[in-house]
T-cell receptor
Framework: EAGVAQSPRYKIIEKRQSVAFWCNPISGHATLYWYQQILGQGPKLLIQFQNNGVVDDSQLPKDRFSAERLKGVDSTLKIQPAKLEDSAVYLC??????????????FGPGTRLTVL | AQSVAQPEDQVNVAEGNPLTVKCTYSVSGNPYLFWYVQYPNRGLQFLLKYITGDNLVKGSYGFEAEFNKSQTSFHLKKPSALVSDSALYFCAVSLASGGSYIPTFGRGTSLIVHP
């Protein structure tokens, strides 16, 4: 079984530039999560999708972050414009359809973003 | 609001000794609790979960965790540590919030197993 795929693995940009991250979840997984993990901290949920609908985005900084999952499969997270404090690893995870609370999440390798 | 605390940034243990990585939580309802592990240069991996039922849950790689409702704890344990268990461990809680289930992670505990 293929795992969660993310690209790129690394990205370096200057502040005020834009950047996009891509995630392809495990086949058949209806729930998709985007997390931000700052060095020394645990993952912080940014947005949670069930199929192509948003379940929760209460912690997504909507003035600069956006995410979509148009066909209920892969997803894109965008930052525009980036700030220095956005430097972090961005993790994508997926879990099976159904009650997401029951199901463990499968994580991708993450994208390490450095904003200069 | 729900929260998870991992009070130790680092746990050191000798190979062959038992290990415990602590986790406490704060929620207003019945929690669903998880442990994940992050090996160097690898993604987070699921270890075990507590949903309901037996307070002692067993997971991957010989790990287990005990749910203690009165102490609001979910400590991760292993009877005999291996050097290969050295990694970053995250406790997480998932609780219903406004009709959805929002996962919250602790800040992580670095486990170092010495030969």
């Amino acid at each position: 079984e293929a795992g969660v795929a993310q690209s790129p693995r690394y990205k370096i940009i200057e502040k005020r530039q834009s950047v996009a991250f891509w995630c392809n979840p495990i086949s058949g997984h209806a729930t998709l999560y985007w997390y931000q993990q700052i060095l020394g901290q645990g993952p912080k949920l940014l947005i949670q999708f069930q199929n192509n609908g948003v379940v929760d985005d209460s912690q997504l900084p909507k003035d600069r972050f956006s995410a979509e999952r148009l066909k209920g499969v892969d997803s894109t997270l965008k930052i525009q414009p980036a700030k220095l404090e956005d430097s972090a690893v961005y993790l994508c995870a997926s879990s099976l359809v159904g009650q997401p609370s029951y199901n463990e999440q499968f994580f991708g390798p993450g994208t390490r973003l450095t904003v200069l | 609001a729900q929260s998870v605390a991992q009070p130790e940034d680092q746990v050191n243990v000798a190979e062959g000794n038992p290990l415990t990585v602590k986790c406490t939580y704060s929620v207003s309802g019945n929690p669903y609790l998880f442990w994940y592990v992050q090996y160097p240069n690898r993604g987070l991996q699921f270890l075990l979960k507590y949903i309901t039922g037996d307070n002692l849950v067993k997971g991957s790689y010989g790990f287990e965790a005990e749910f203690n409702k009165s102490q609001t704890s979910f400590h991760l344990k292993k009877p005999s540590a291996l050097v290969s268990d050295s990694a970053l461990y995250f406790c997480a809680v998932s609780l219903a919030s406004g009709g959805s289930y929002i996962p919250t992670f602790g800040r992580g505990t670095s486990l170092i197993v010495h030969p």
